[in-house]
């Protein structure tokens, strides 16, 4: 099912629930029962949606990285081909947990002329802050 299709079914959802609800306390169904199996629906629609979200977000990430790897491939000595929509590979790699990667990058971002000292610090501090937390967690 793709991104319309859920919207719509979620919309249809809004719509019938108060009919669906009056329809089954016609019948003799609980209005209790109805209310629960409609909302755990809305639930379910509800996680469709932050999981298409997450999907989304990881796949685009996925594409700048790529980019940004081939600008690196086809001009390794210029600093400006490690950032991608402004943002370094090096943060990049640590949004999607590559953390050796990362310092990699880092690496080779800091042993180039034009390189800022500035945006090196925040880098390495962004791959400590990371270790850290990953030490905390484990």
Do not use: C, W
């Amino acid at each position: 099912m793709n991104y319309a299709a859920t919207l719509a079914v979620l919309m249809v959802l809004a719509f019938v629930f108060p009919l669906l609800v009056r329809l089954a306390a016609d019948y003799g169904v609980a209005r209790s029962t109805t209310t629960t199996t409609l909302f755990v629906l809305a639930a379910f629609g509800f996680a469709v949606a932050s999981i298409r979200a997450r999907v989304t977000t990881h796949r685009s990430q996925l594409e700048r990285l790529a980019t940004v790897k081939k600008q690196i491939e086809q001009d390794p000595f210029n600093p400006r081909a490690f950032f991608v929509e402004g943002e370094h590979v090096g943060a990049v790699l640590l949004q999607l947990g590559r953390r050796r990667e990362a310092s990699e990058m880092i690496d080779r971002y800091a042993q180039l002329g034009g390189a800022r000292e500035s945006e090196i610090l925040s880098l390495k501090e962004a791959l400590t802050r990371t270790e850290r937390r990953q030490r905390r967690e484990a």
